[in-house]
């Protein structure tokens, strides 16, 4: 095989408010907390069962950044891509492993989901910002999926920007 891919996409809730740290530099950081959850029928009793898994977010875009301050808050239903990273630190002698969904400058998307009144302001607002740039065409932020599309996650209500059509014959 040629090439791999690491690609994470994400539709859940925030846990809690989004951490944004400054550098000294003047760049920005924001940490996330995701949950996902599902639900099923256990075929045994027949009773409703649920599962939330929780995932750690940390972006480094700093457009996305800047909307996730302004934006978000506990509670907020985010769509989500980015890749996976593993991070190796020491703590107390010993050494930790973290692995996290991480949202870098030009390889990751932010999408509010709750059309809540600040959604459609977050959506200019980034593309006033960002007029023409990669940032913006790859989708740093959007608000929600047009009216009446299936919610843009099985193939309709966005406008997929693909380099290249298969042909179908």
């Keep these: 095989m040629a090439g791999s ?11 809690r408010d989004p951490e944004v740290r400054t550098f000294q530099s003047g ?8 949950a996902t959850s599902e639900s099923w029928k256990d075929k045994v009793t027949g009773e409703r069962k649920d599962r939330t898994e929780w995932h750690a977010v940390t972006i480094y875009n700093e457009n996305i950044v800047n909307v996730a301050e302004r934006f978000l808050k506990k509670g907020s239903k985010v769509y989500l891509e980015g890749q996976l990273e ?8 010993r050494e930790m492993y973290t692995t996290e969904v ?3 400058p030009f390889r990751g998307q932010l999408v509010l989901l ?10 200019g607002e980034a ?43």
């Design 86 to 93: 593993t991070r190796k630190y020491e703590k107390d002698g």
């Design 102 to 104: 991480v949202l870098r």
């Design 27 to 34: 760049g920005k950081v924001c940490n996330l907390r995701i």
């Design 127 to 169: 593309q006033a910002g960002n007029r023409g740039s990669e940032a913006t065409r790859q989708g740093a932020v959007a608000d929600r999926p047009p009216t009446g599309s299936t919610g843009g996650f099985s193939g309709g209500g966005f406008d997929d920007d693909i380099p290249f059509a298969p042909e179908v014959r």
């Design 5 to 15: 891919v690491n690609k994470v996409v994400l539709i859940g809730n925030l846990g």
């Design 114 to 123: 709750d059309g809540k009144d600040g959604a459609s302001d977050a959506q």
